[in-house]
């Protein structure tokens, strides 16, 4: 789950749950609460909260924001009171993780895409196709997961490239808009002394 907030369109919190994928929506409104839903399959893809600095006390400015355990309760309860029965999961696990490939192959249908196996601390490698030119089996960088939203809005779901399918993806200096970014094409490179799963902190682990 993406939350984000907007004051622009008035004090509003948007909660993304799944990715339209383009599809045509709709909305139903209760109160302070509107459901959006994919018009064809009726599935909820996100929520607004309207009113929500009475709600949460962290909402200060613009962009994602992130929830503890008690404010999804919090919301929980708001959507319960607004007549909805769909229950809001938190979830505590970090978007941007410190990753290590520990397996590589060229994507047959790319002649620079490859799919790699990354470790990101959990029990099993995910796969991530990645088309960086110095990706390479050993190297530490940064990984965005599903749930992760980039400095530029775009979001991150579980995807497929070249029909390969990718969960998250492999990220530049650029990308996450650091300081000193080189110009070059390129996933960050990170110490080969950083904890694998590790939250990234692009201030205490990117040197340019």
């Avoid at 339209?20 to 929520?47: C, I, M, P, S, Y």
């Avoid at 959507?79 to 769909?86: E, T």
């Amino acid at each position: 789950m993406i939350a984000t907030y907007n004051t622009h369109v008035g004090d509003v919190l948007m909660l993304i749950v799944a990715n339209d994928k383009g599809q045509k929506v709709n909305f139903e409104r209760k109160g302070k609460v509107a459901r959006v839903f994919l018009q064809e399959t009726g599935e909820t893809v996100a929520w607004n909260i309207f009113g929500a600095k009475k709600l949460l006390t962290n909402l200060s400015a613009n962009g994602q924001i992130k929830l503890s355990a008690s404010d999804v309760q919090v919301l929980n309860k708001e959507l319960k009171k607004a007549g909805f029965s769909d229950v809001l999961v938190h979830d505590a696990q970090p978007k941007f993780v410190v990753a290590e490939i520990v397996e590589m192959k060229d994507h047959a249908d790319s002649d620079h895409l490859h799919i790699c196996k990354v470790n990101i601390g959990c029990a099993d490698p995910v796969q991530i196709v990645c088309g960086a030119p110095n990706a390479a089996v050993g190297l530490k960088t940064v990984a965005a997961l599903p749930g992760a939203m980039m400095p530029n809005g775009a979001l991150i779901f579980p995807g497929a490239l070249r029909g390969v399918p990718s969960y998250g993806m492999l990220c530049s200096a650029r990308e996450l808009e650091l300081p000193n970014a080189p110009e070059v094409r390129g996933i960050i490179e990170l110490s080969e002394q950083l904890p694998v799963g590790a939250a990234f902190d692009g201030k205490t682990m990117w040197q340019a």
